[in-house]
């Protein structure tokens, strides 16, 4: 597609269950991100897909988090048994490569509340 | 020390004055430098990147990237209120390295 797509972009979500945002990245972009924004702070780093290997988690906050990426393409972040601290704006960004020079473009997010 | 800096602001500047944003970042080997503009809850875009020292200009936006300081700004000229935002800047320390941002300057242009 044109642009990073990403769905659902609002979520409401009762504590305890489990999410899923998924993101379809830039056609022909091997890299992918994903990050949180909780209200009026920075993005934080979550994960880095590289086709459809991870081979940086190090952002993932706990064991509750999760993503995979499948055929090069979406990725789908999961977060089970979701606390109230879980709510924020999931921002997927994808780039050509993980190369310095190359720039990442970013989907309008999905809006996360946890109740 | 953080990895890269921004000053918090808000800056406020009147309509038509220049605005100047700073960033300033540790790693010493970093090789790409890059301001993102973030309105309110909306997602970052790209305003500007800049690999090379000195200035870089695209419209009203001007990057200015010195290594010896490790410092990256932007001016934005003719400053209008549909410049108000918050600008993110984030840096690269080379490839198959992760981009590091700082939390970004907030923008206040008044009429």
């Known amino acids: 597609g044109a642009g990073v797509s990403q769905s659902p972009s609002n979520k409401v979500t009762e504590k305890g269950k489990d999410v899923e945002l998924r993101c379809d990245p830039i056609?022909?972009?091997?890299?992918l991100y994903w990050y949180r924004q909780s209200l009026g702070q920075g993005l934080e780093f979550l994960i880095y897909?590289?086709?459809?290997?991870?081979?940086?988690k190090s952002g993932l906050p706990s064991d509750r988090f999760s993503a995979e990426r499948t055929g090069g393409s979406v990725s789908t972040l999961t977060i089970q048994r979701t606390q109230q601290e879980d709510s924020a704006v999931y921002l997927c960004?994808?780039?050509?490569?993980?190369?310095?020079?190359?720039?990442?473009?970013f989907g309008e997010g999905s809006w996360l509340t946890v109740v | 020390q953080k990895e890269v800096e921004q000053n918090s602001g808000p800056l406020s500047v009147p309509e038509g004055a220049i605005a100047s944003l700073n960033c300033t970042y540790s790693d010493r080997v970093s090789q790409s430098f890059f301001w993102y503009r973030q309105y309110s809850g909306k997602s970052p875009e790209l305003i500007m990147s800049?690999?090379s020292n000195g200035d870089k200009e695209d419209g009203r936006f001007t990057a200015q990237l010195n290594k010896a300081s490790q410092y990256v700004s932007l001016l934005i000229r003719d400053s209008q209120p549909s410049d108000s935002a918050t600008y993110l800047c984030?840096?690269?320390?080379?490839?198959?390295?992760?981009?590091?941002w700082g939390l970004g300057t907030s923008l206040a242009v008044n009429p």
């Open positions: 984030a840096v690269n320390a080379g490839n198959n390295r992760k981009l590091i």
């Open positions: 056609s022909g972009h091997t890299a």
């Open positions: 897909f590289q086709g459809n290997s991870a081979p940086d």
């Open positions: 800049i690999y």
């Open positions: 960004a994808s780039s050509l490569a993980r190369s310095s020079g190359n720039t990442i473009y």
